[in-house]
């Protein structure tokens, strides 16, 4: 029996990179978005177009047995840049999908959407999860909280800290984390999974308390061979000061914005909404996953 044709957006970035080659090598037909143009192969099919170009998003999705949209800014200029990609991004895919006759969605948000107040990223990713419970669409949630793995830039700069031997962490908080091997199994998870209609869930690695910031720290110092690293929490206030300065001095590419330093000083990132076990359970223990994830960096001469 052949396996749901899948229609996906974001394929080109660290997320959607992994779960299209996931997505292919269990057998899925896969339609992918891709601003600049790609070559399909016989199970990969590139579809040149962006969030912004409803036309190409009815293309995307026509032919396609459901969406998984991966797709969204984590970094904008103001609430308004969010709001274009992640809010009427999210609009336009949604439109799209029902345009093709397209029933199962598939929505990757944020754990950031569980406080949309505290940054406008927040604030976009809560309002693109109003737009999905409001399309009629048979529907389903996905929260992740930090991804990390192979490829990811984001978290790079975490696991440079540790190997000079000092990490600047937010102030005393705990988070949840997944790799993007096990966010992407669980992505495909859902799509023939009815009985997650409707529902919103927070995978991550099983830690069922989250990690400390400090040891979160600690365990990336372990995977890039340091023995100690000495970790210190920076306050709000200064942690915003930062934000600033990396926005005047980076501008667009500035990693630590004000929204970010609002968002990271949050205490409180623990997935709280798990899938139940029978659904899914991770397969990446974190710790070597931390491990594969410094050997890869390694290896691309990024670390």
């Not at 891709?34 to 170009?53: C, F, M, N, Y």
């Amino acid at each position: 029996m052949a396996l749901p044709t899948l229609a996906i957006t974001g394929g080109t970035g660290f997320v959607g990179t992994t779960l299209v080659r996931h997505a292919a090598m269990r057998g899925h037909p896969v339609r992918a978005l891709t601003r600049k143009p790609l070559p399909s192969t016989a199970k990969i099919q590139w579809v040149h177009g962006s969030l912004e170009d409803p036309e190409s998003l009815v293309r995307l999705a026509v032919g396609a047995d459901a969406v998984i949209h991966v797709a969204g800014a984590i970094n904008a200029q103001d609430r308004a840049g969010f709001q274009t990609d992640n809010v009427f991004g999210t609009l336009n895919m949604v439109e799209a999908a029902k345009a093709a006759g397209v029933q199962r969605f598939i929505h990757v948000s944020s754990m950031a959407a569980r406080e949309p107040d505290l940054s406008d990223y927040g604030w976009s990713k809560a309002r693109s999860e109003q737009v999905v419970g409001a399309s009629g669409l048979a529907w389903t949630i996905v929260r992740p909280p930090a991804v990390y793995g192979p490829g990811d830039k984001e978290t790079l700069a975490l696991f440079k800290m540790a190997k000079r031997g000092l990490m600047l962490l937010p102030p005393s908080g705990k988070l949840s984390v997944i790799e993007v091997s096990d966010l992407s199994r669980f992505l495909l998870t859902l799509v023939k999974h009815d009985e997650t209609l409707g529902d919103t869930y927070e995978p991550d690695d099983g830690y069922e308390k989250g990690w400390t910031h400090k040891l979160f720290a600690e365990a990336i110092g372990a995977a890039v061979g340091r023995k100690h690293v000495a970790t210190l929490s920076v306050p709000r206030p200064l942690l915003s000061l930062g934000g600033r300065l990396d926005r005047l001095i980076r501008g667009r590419r500035a990693k630590l914005t004000p929204d970010r330093a609002s968002y990271f000083s949050h205490p409180d990132w623990v997935a709280h909404r798990r899938p139940p076990v029978d659904l899914w359970r991770p397969h990446i223990e974190t710790n070597a996953g931390l491990k594969a994830t410094a050997v890869a960096y390694k290896a691309a001469g990024w670390l």
